[in-house]
């Protein structure tokens, strides 16, 4: 108390002290103690910002978008491909049309391609720079042969980017080092915008004076004499708003930038982070990105040209966009080229050739988002199984997927050129449709649409319409039967006849054939190829309705099966990718595979992150799978499907089930080859009824798009313990391969008839008769 | 046990060498219509919408018939399709199946899975390319993949008793390694009645 009041006190007196002497030293006290508090002050501020610089630099700088790439094309003698599909290919992995000799471009003449490749670095190794040559004929790769590089028997084109997983700023950026940039790059952004780089310590105080005195004159922010590390902060930490206190903030951090990081780091940051341009919501950061965004090429690979567009686009990256303003732009370019000339960075003979050349822009980038995205979904639901959401979005993961664009393409004209044919009126308007197509031996999903508009990214039907399957459960109900030879071969008569099943509760089913015809008996792999409902119930009702439920959840249905006989008509729920899943075990002897839309991811810098495997699970014998697989093939020769052939070439053998549910609400079709497996679905979104089978709804987009793919028939191999023989399947006996009702048909060893009819009885009839008429 | 089931890996590289070489592609279904089968897709960022007016709509409604009206020439088209044996291997798969064994042989069996998987993708009938896969997991110490990578070799290789017999040998040493003594006896006789 009594040290304030002395304090006090003398303060006053001192105040009145200052007074009488008149009014200099008061001012220079406060003078001094305002500028000691804005000392204090601008220190606090400069600390404050010092972190905010440090945070940033030694945290992760760059939220980077996670890429995703297709399936590489394998190219290799035999492979089969068409010419155009050849070129779209190309096309899509950034290939540019030239003289197939300068690394990502090709030359085509008629069946001929001279390819010359990048070089990528897979999960699985690298995959260097090669010259190839090749010819296509019949859809088919011969004389395969590499011309310069390694030589292979078999090679891989880079794959083409076909989405990315976008941090929440939407800023996409390819990362680059310092060292793999080429030097001219650097050198002519200094020319161009920061002489001094190398020299100043983050500003430049000449610069700024005369940028000054222009912005003085003009009355309004005309000039910046921003050093590139100046820039990079405004990118980095500030508004792009031109103030005052802006400008300062950012010579203060410029400094403590340079005080804490080397020129290279800052040179290098400056590379990734500046704006070169903007694709719809999505902005091009950097010019690792931009280079492939506007040349479809590898910064490394860029010429004098190219270089000093992308140092003249920083400037702005809009008004001299070169795809809309090419003229702006080549005037801008030829400026920087005059700039690296008088800098000395080219001799004046590279600068006029240079200024001679064309811009050198791509047509249109290499790619654009959301190309493929019902697919891209699926992607994303398989990653969120083993990654968080945030790190796809900022850690620049590579994920390598299995699409392939090809059959991709092919999928989505068959839905959309098939399904206007379909219907007229308001059920054509409402008709929707779903397609997976997967490798059939190895799981891979290859081609996914959602819907009627596969550029949408609203509902996924493939995943997210979940249906009742109707016929398409059939299979399973004969396979179950036909895994007990004992009891069941193709050629087991089954009863055609309606019949009443009455439950405890007092309810009442009588099942109906979808024409409510009776056939009587038939033979069981009629019932199956032709979709016949009576004998199909009564067999399962045979083989139990638990045993059909327990093959169909080996064969990987997870969703609840109802454990009533209706199951057995297929009144049970399923989306088409899980159709697929099913039926994947039945295309492949027994074996599931679960499907995969995912080869591999590996973070930034290629090291590899996970791995996903090829899987195979015996869950049936193939002997029995052989025998429906039999009865899926007759079904498309005489049975339900056997209107594939109208659009199908003979040639093509397949194998395959349709389905449809109650007044035609959901229209199936389940069908393979030798390499493809697909399943089409056709219905409403409001399940309303429709006209369509699954013959007339599903099967036309399905046919639809096996015609357009190059690909081996469904020919499986006989398993151990089966065997031919021609039967005639009416009397459940063996028979002679000339007559009439011949057949030859698969059977389990030990389950095929003894007995034997010959129809050379009804052959010697038959001449008798004639010779009767002659002489009557 | 597990020593036997490597060692058996040298006779499976003889005999790829041996079959891998005798292979020709079997026949392929090339599309009608050739370039013309389906435009051109469309720039990126423009509508997908294919309007090809030169597509020739190959398909009427009229002509599909009721999903179960049986076909009046019935046994008349083609009968379905079957083959004894599998296929061998093409050259560029085989080149794929000894990067993989020279991986194999320094101990990298990632890298000769990655690599045997892409045999598998261009050659998915082949029996040799499964049972290389077996091998592979046989070396990672997995046992339970490769039991199912030999049974899908098995199903595949056909009528050809020198695969089928090294098949059911491997399986018979695989699940003897994983002490299921039944089952191996089991394949050690499939091996022998052959």
């Known amino acids: 108390m009594k040290n304030n009041r002395t304090s006090s006190g003398s303060k006053k007196k001192s105040s009145r002290k200052s007074s009488r002497n008149g009014r200099r030293p008061w001012f220079w006290r406060l003078f001094l103690r305002v500028a000691v508090i804005g000392l204090v002050l601008l220190a606090g501020w400069m600390v404050y910002l010092d972190a905010v610089i440090t945070d940033r630099f030694e945290g992760r700088r760059f939220e980077v978008p996670s890429r995703v790439f297709a399936r590489p094309l394998e190219l290799y003698d035999g492979a089969g491909i068409s010419s155009g599909a050849l070129e779209r290919e190309l096309e899509l992995a950034g290939f540019r049309k030239g003289d197939g000799n300068k690394p990502g471009s090709y030359r085509r003449n008629g069946g001929h391609f001279l390819i010359s490749t990048r070089g990528f670095r897979f999960p699985d190794g690298d995959e260097p720079r090669r010259r190839l040559s090749l010819n296509i004929y019949g859809d088919r790769i011969q004389d395969f042969s590499v011309r310069a590089g390694d030589p292979a028997a078999i090679v891989r084109l880079e794959p083409a980017q076909i989405g990315g997983i976008y941090p929440a700023h939407k800023e996409d950026r390819i990362l680059v080092q310092l060292d793999q940039v080429p030097a001219l790059l650097p050198a002519t952004l200094m020319a161009v915008e920061d002489r001094n780089f190398y020299d100043h310590v983050g500003i430049a105080p000449l610069s700024i004076a005369r940028a000054m ?227 059939k031996d190895s799981g891979e999903v290859l081609a996914l649409v959602g819907g009627r508009d596969p550029q949408f990214a609203g509902f996924n039907r493939a995943l997210d319409a979940s249906r009742p399957i109707g016929s398409l459960v059939k299979p399973f109900v004969y396979l179950s039967a036909l895994s007990r030879p004992d009891r069941y071969t193709l050629i087991t008569p089954l009863q055609d006849k309606s019949f009443v099943l009455e439950f405890d509760d007092g309810q009442r089913w009588q099942p109906k054939n979808y024409d409510e015809k009776e056939r009587g008996e038939i033979p069981l792999h009629t019932a199956l190829s032709h979709s016949y409902n009576l004998p199909t119930v009564r067999l399962g009702l045979d083989v139990g309705v638990d045993v059909v439920r327990e093959t169909l959840q080996a064969f990987g249905v997870t969703s609840p099966i109802s454990p009533y006989p209706s199951m057995l008509l297929g009144a049970v729920s399923m989306n088409p990718v899980t159709v697929a899943q099913m039926y994947q075990g039945l295309a492949t002897s027994g074996f599931n595979t679960p499907l995969r839309t995912i080869r591999e991811v590996t973070d930034a810098g290629g090291e590899p992150l996970s791995r996903y495997s090829l899987e195979v699970d015996q869950v049936a014998d193939p002997a029995a ?130 007995r034997e009819v010959s129809c050379s009885g009804a052959l010697q009839r038959r001449i008798q008769g004639w010779f009767e008429g002659l002489f009557r | 046990m597990k020593y036997r089931v490597i060692g058996l890996a040298g006779t499976f590289s003889a005999l790829l060498i041996l079959s891998g070489c005798a292979s020709s592609p079997g026949g392929i279904y090339v599309p009608i219509g050739g370039e013309r089968r389906a435009p051109a897709p469309p720039p990126p960022s423009t509508s997908t919408e294919p309007t090809g007016s030169d597509e020739a709509p190959v398909w009427r409604k009229s002509e599909i018939p009721d999903e179960p009206e049986p076909s009046p020439e019935a046994g008349e088209s083609a009968s379905p399709s079957y083959r004894d044996s599998g296929e061998s291997l093409s050259p560029a798969a085989l080149s794929l199946v000894r990067e993989a064994e020279s991986y194999l042989r320094q101990g990298n069996t990632s890298a000769a899975i990655a690599h045997l998987e892409r045999a598998q993708r261009i050659a998915p009938r082949s029996a040799e390319v ?65």
């Open chain 1, 625 to 754: 799978v052989h025998l429906v697989q039999y009865a899926m093939q007759e079904t498309m020769r005489e049975g339900t499907g056997k209107s594939a052939y109208y659009t199908v070439p003979d040639e093509l053998a397949l194998a395959g089930k349709t389905g449809t549910t109650d007044d035609g609400r959901d229209s199936w079709f389940a069908g393979f080859s030798g390499d493809l497996l697909a399943v089409a679905w056709v219905g409403r979104d409001d399940n309303g009824p429709t006209s369509l089978t699954g013959a007339s709804g599903a099967l036309p987009v399905w046919s639809r798009f096996m015609a357009q793919i190059p690909q081996h028939g469904f020919s499986p191999v006989m398993p151990d313990g089966v065997n031919y023989h021609w039967v005639d399947s009416e009397r459940q006996a063996l028979t002679d391969e000339y007559c009439d009702n011949a057949r030859l048909v698969p059977f389990i060893a030990g389950s095929e008839p003894t």
């Open chain 2, 130 to 194: 499964y049972f290389k896969l077996s091998e592979a997991y046989v070396a990672s110490d997995r046992l339970g993949a490769a039991e199912q990578f030999t049974l899908k070799g098995l199903s595949v290789a056909g009528s050809d008793t020198h695969l089928q017999r090294s098949g059911w040998r491997l399986l018979a040493d695989i699940r003897r390694a994983r002490g299921n003594i039944a089952g191996a006896d089991q394949a050690e006789a499939r091996a022998s009645a052959l």
């Open chain 1, 213 to 439: 005195l222009a912005n003085i004159r003009a009355g309004e922010v005309v000039q910046g004499g921003s050093t590139l590390t100046q820039q990079l902060v405004k990118n980095f930490f500030l508004t792009r708003k031109q103030t005052l206190v802006r400008k300062g903030n950012e010579a203060l951090m410029s400094i403590l930038l340079e005080l804490h990081y080397d020129k290279g780091d800052i040179l290098e940051t400056y590379l990734n982070e500046v704006y070169l341009g903007q694709a719809g919501t999505r902005s091009i950061n950097g010019f690792g990105l931009a280079s492939q965004f506007y040349f479809g090429e590898s910064l490394r690979d860029l010429g004098v040209h190219q270089i000093a567009l992308l140092v003249g686009m920083v400037k702005g990256p809009s008004y001299y966009n070169p795809r809309r303003h090419p003229e702006r732009a080549t005037a801008r370019r030829n400026l920087v080229i005059s700039e690296m000339e008088e800098a000395g960075l080219i001799e004046p003979v590279r600068a006029a050739q240079a200024r001679g050349r064309p811009l050198g822009v791509s047509e249109r980038p290499s790619y654009s988002e959301n190309r493929y995205p019902a697919y891209i979904d699926l992607v994303r639901r398989h990653l969120a199984r083993d990654y968080r959401e945030e790190d796809l979005r900022s850690e620049g993961l590579r994920i390598f997927t299995t699409l392939n664009p090809a059959i991709q393409y092919a999928a989505e004209f068959a839905v959309s050129n098939t399904l206007p044919r379909l219907a007229s009126g308001e059920t054509r308007k409402a008709l929707e449709a779903a397609l997976v197509v997967t490798a």
